[in-house]
T-cell receptor
Framework: GENVEQHPSTLSVQEGDSAVIKCTYSDSASNYFPWYKQELGKRPQLIIDIRSNVGEKKDQRIAVTLNKTAKHFSLHITETQPEDSAVYFCAASKDTGFQKLVFGTGTRLLVSP | EAGVTQFPSHSVIEKGQTVTLRCDPISGHDNLYWYRRVMGKEIKFLLHFVKESKQDESGMPNNRFLAERTGGTYSTLKVQPAELEDSGVYFC????????????FGQGTRLTVV
């Protein structure tokens, strides 16, 4: 089955710096890669996703890149702000509308003012 | 529109007791998923309902876990008898049937077995 690895487990940056979180997946049939952000005590929320037919997607300060050949994808946050502090999870799925998400172990991002 | 809601938010029980978690998905969402996060590890899939039918229960740890979704609306996850290793945060997620859409998560139930 699918296996997703995520690094780093913790990441501390200064406000205004960039943050990069990397994930690798094992199943070449996976074609949907969402990123979820979970703030303390709150529900995981989708912040961006990418499908295997594109290599990059951007939404304001957040971008995701996908390398299908190497089977890895990354989340990039620019101009980080304290409110970006949270746990970020990557996931992979064979998105047929039914399939389960396979998650990475999460990255705790701390943005210091 | 109300989001996915889970009850209770926290539960502390003794080893050997029974606990029932409840999930109310977003109205009209036929897909309902249960996931669990054990301390510091990944969010792991437990099972998936489409309406009232179990589509995939490959992630259920053992037969101490029983999930139901009678009538295809809310779902319950019962753990009986609970063991220490069942501690973790149990998440429910829902999404509409068909199409490539986002899965919406509940806030989770933090279960502690002592």
């Amino acid at each position: 089955g699918e296996n997703v690895e995520q690094h780093p487990s913790t990441l501390s940056v200064q406000e205004g710096d960039s943050a990069v979180i990397k994930c690798t997946y094992s199943d070449s049939a996976s074609n949907y890669f969402p990123w979820y952000k979970q703030e303390l005590g709150k529900r995981p929320q989708l912040i961006i996703d990418i499908r295997s037919n594109v290599g990059e997607k951007k939404d304001q300060r957040i971008a995701v890149t996908l390398n299908k050949t190497a089977k890895h994808f990354s989340l990039h946050i620019t101009e980080t702000q304290p409110e970006d502090s949270a746990v970020y999870f990557c996931a992979a799925s064979k998105d047929t509308g039914f399939q389960k998400l396979v998650f990475g172990t999460g990255t705790r991002l701390l943005v210091s003012p | 529109e109300a989001g996915v809601t889970q009850f209770p938010s926290h539960s502390v029980i003794e080893k050997g007791q029974t606990v029932t978690l409840r999930c109310d998905p977003i109205s009209g969402h036929d897909n309902l998923y249960w996931y669990r996060r054990v301390m510091g590890k990944e969010i792991k899939f437990l099972l998936h309902f489409v309406k009232e039918s179990k589509q995939d229960e490959s992630g259920m740890p053992n037969n101490r876990f029983l999930a139901e979704r009678t009538g295809g609306t809310y779902s319950t996850l019962k753990v009986q008898p609970a063991e220490l290793e069942d501690s973790g945060v149990y998440f429910c997620a829902s999404k509409p049937l068909g199409g490539n859409t986002e899965a919406f998560f509940g806030q989770g139930t933090r279960l502690t077995v002592v």
